[in-house]
């Protein structure tokens, strides 16, 4: 027996299977294929999605969706998605971390800024004056109506029983 | 494979184009009409949703509010063609998550109906060059220049969203890509090969310091292919290689001034319009030397 017990909270990653694209991190046998390819661990010494991999497996909880996890650091690039030999897809498993982060309430502060545009205002940049003159100047048709209301209406939470 | 001589297709245009980069817009509506395709506006679509922010946020909103533009283009009866990296990899995922996931599909679906709608999973989605180089053929584009851009050198930047997953993008190889090199070849330029072609902008990152490491690496990596001009298809690697050059000079003292160019104004200056046609004028660094080069360049037949 090693002298460190290893434990594993399986209650985690019940959730982490639940959440969309978190049951694949099952599938991982820790071979490194997508470490070779990832931009944001060739840059960042910090930041290993296999070692994110290992820790889902763990269940570590607290690594993966407390303050200043290294999740945030992942560029989304999708290289690990291609490479993977096990169909992890470790940007969706990254994914399903970061709701789960959101939900927790440990994500970045900044993040809602750069999302909460979309439910505001139904797009995701915000339409700034010198741009409205710029269409203009390069004479491009007015901007068709954005359907706020069905948008806000579908993601809308159910309410509470 | 036949191909098609006119087609009618409906542009979803998202957010980074019409709000942030309209000279991408006006350079796809001038430049796709000489091609044989014509674009029909409708009206109903939001966001993509943003594959990056809003997806970490609420993966199940982000395939909703997908689901809903995807249904809007399903009544109105045409195909879609994006023009953003950005909005492709969001309805491609979608349109892959949903039909490999029946429960999520319920759950999206249960949402729609709130507004009478439903996601049936019908409508084709494409990239515009993808259905360039699959429905109208190469020969096209070879047809609609007039000015070749003979002697312009493009490091060509492929960005993420357009080839990864390939399994779900079904654009190409994702290691070796060919259809920009070929699009940019078409238009009578050459693309060069350098390290980093296939390197991540790094703008999905939520870290100040690890996207410049990277679009700084991209620079370095060009400027000793020493090409006349980067060629790109994303509007998000846009803003990182156009203000990102203005932040590295700024943050990083390294200035390289190499003009950035969307692979859809570059059609547009072969085709004969003006750099202001294609909105050249709106960009941060300045595309004089790629201009200087096609001067006098006119199509020998
Ligand atoms: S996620 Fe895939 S590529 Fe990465 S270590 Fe696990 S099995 Fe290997
Ligand atoms: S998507 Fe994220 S984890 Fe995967 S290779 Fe890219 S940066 Fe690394």
Redesign the pocket.
């Known amino acids: 027996m090693p002298k460190d017990k290893l434990t594993v909270n399986f209650r985690f990653r019940e959730r982490l299977n639940k959440m969309p694209g978190g049951k694949h991190h099952n599938?991982?046998?820790?071979?490194?294929?997508?470490?070779a390819v990832c931009p944001a661990a060739r840059f960042n010494e910090n930041f290993n999605?296999?070692q994110i991999?290992l820790k889902a497996l763990l269940g570590a909880e607290d690594a993966l969706i407390g303050e200043n996890s290294p999740i945030w650091l992942c560029t989304n690039c999708y290289s690990?998605y291609e490479?993977?030999?096990?169909?992890?897809r470790?940007i969706e498993?990254i994914i399903a971390l970061k709701n789960m982060a959101v939900e927790k309430g440990t994500a970045p502060t900044n993040l809602a800024k750069l999302s909460e545009n979309i439910a505001e205002t139904g797009m995701s940049v915000t339409f700034s004056s010198a741009v409205k003159r710029r269409r203009e100047e390069l004479g491009l048709p007015e901007l068709k109506p954005v359907p706020l209301e069905e948008l806000q209406e579908i993601i809308k939470d159910d309410k509470k029983e | 494979m036949t191909k098609k001589n006119n087609m009618k297709v409906i542009p979803f245009w998202g957010c980074m184009m019409p709000l942030k980069y309209p000279q991408m817009e006006l350079a796809i509506r001038k430049t796709l009409p000489n091609l044989g395709i014509e674009l029909v506006d409708i009206e109903g679509f939001t966001c993509c949703p943003d594959p990056i922010y809003f997806k970490a946020r609420d993966k199940v909103k982000w395939l909703t509010i997908a689901a809903r533009n995807l249904a809007v283009a399903e009544e109105a009866g045409h195909d879609i063609i994006t023009m953003c990296s950005g909005c492709i990899s969001t309805l491609k995922e979608a349109q892959h998550t949903l039909a490999e996931d029946p429960d999520l599909k319920a759950e999206v679906n249960r949402r729609l109906k709130r507004i009478n709608k439903e996601y049936r999973g019908e409508v084709s989605v494409k990239h515009a060059v993808v259905m360039i180089r699959d429905d109208l053929g190469l020969d096209r584009v070879r047809e609609s220049i007039k000015r070749p851009l003979e002697g312009v050198t493009v490091a060509i930047h492929y960005g993420c969203h357009i080839l990864k997953p390939s399994q779900i993008m079904h654009v190409d190889d994702a290691d070796y890509p060919a259809i920009l090199d070929d699009l940019v070849s078409a238009l009578g330029a050459t693309p060069l090969e350098h390290h980093e072609k296939l390197l991540c902008c790094g703008k999905g990152c939520m870290d100040d310091e690890l996207p410049l490491d990277m679009t700084g690496a991209i620079f370095e990596s060009i400027e000793k292919s020493g090409a006349d001009c980067m060629g790109l298809i994303c509007p998000t690697c846009f803003s990182s290689f156009d203000m990102g050059q203005i932040l590295l000079s700024r943050k990083k003292g390294k200035t390289y001034n190499i003009p950035v160019i969307y692979i859809f104004q570059l059609l547009g200056l072969a085709q004969g319009m003006g750099p202001e046609e294609v909105g050249l004028h709106t960009h941060r660094i300045k595309a004089d030397k790629v201009l200087e080069k096609i001067k006098g360049s006119v199509k020998v037949t």
């Open positions: 599938y991982c046998y820790q071979c490194s294929a997508c470490v999605p296999r991999l690990c490479r993977c030999p096990q169909d992890v470790p498993v």
